[in-house]
């Protein structure tokens, strides 16, 4: 098996002092986590476009990009396997306000849902926020 660093563009979405995330879930550890929508950056793309793309297909949206607010460095383990990225996060907006109005998302090519979660909620750690490092860069930007 071939290990390799995974570059990644990351959306924060807000709305109030909720985040646009989705839920996700690793069994071997019994742990339930959340993340921004994102996911990917291709070979040729940049972290903008890559994140324009995503959007597109997860929630066929249009989005704007905004200032990059950080880049986290996450090494970790999921479903018992290692990994390790580099997550460039960036402040979104989406195109269509309607999209603001929605409690929660269907993710177009994953069987996951987005969903808005306050950002207290990972701040005093009812609920895991990934990757590590986001919910203190979060709260320093604030």
């Known amino acids: 098996m071939?290990?390799?660093?995974?570059?990644?563009?990351?959306?924060?979405?807000?709305r109030g002092d909720a985040l646009l995330v989705f839920e996700g879930r690793d069994d071997f550890k019994g742990e339930t986590y959340y993340r921004p929508l994102g996911g990917?950056?291709?070979?040729?793309?940049?972290?903008?476009?890559?994140?324009?793309r995503e959007f597109g297909e997860e929630l066929d949206a249009?989005?704007?990009?905004?200032?990059?607010?950080?880049v986290l460095e996450n090494?970790?383990?999921?479903?018992?396997r290692p990994g390790h990225e580099i997550a460039f996060l960036y402040e979104v907006e989406f195109v269509d306000a309607g999209f603001y109005r929605r409690d929660?998302?269907?993710?177009?090519?994953?069987?996951?849902?987005?969903?808005?979660?306050?950002?207290?909620?990972?701040?005093?750690?009812?609920?895991?926020l990934y990757p590590y490092g986001l919910t203190e860069l979060l709260s320093a930007d604030q």
Request: hydrophobic share 45%.
């Open 2 to 14: 071939a290990f390799r660093i995974r570059p990644l563009a990351l959306g924060i979405v807000r």
């Open 62 to 70: 249009a989005i704007t990009v905004g200032r990059r607010i950080g």
């Open 40 to 52: 990917g950056i291709e070979f040729g793309e940049s972290s903008k476009e890559a994140l324009e």
């Open 104 to 128: 929660e998302m269907k993710i177009l090519d994953d069987p996951a849902t987005a969903r808005w979660v306050d950002v207290a909620e990972f701040r005093d750690g009812r609920k895991i």
């Open 75 to 80: 090494v970790f383990t999921w479903q018992n």
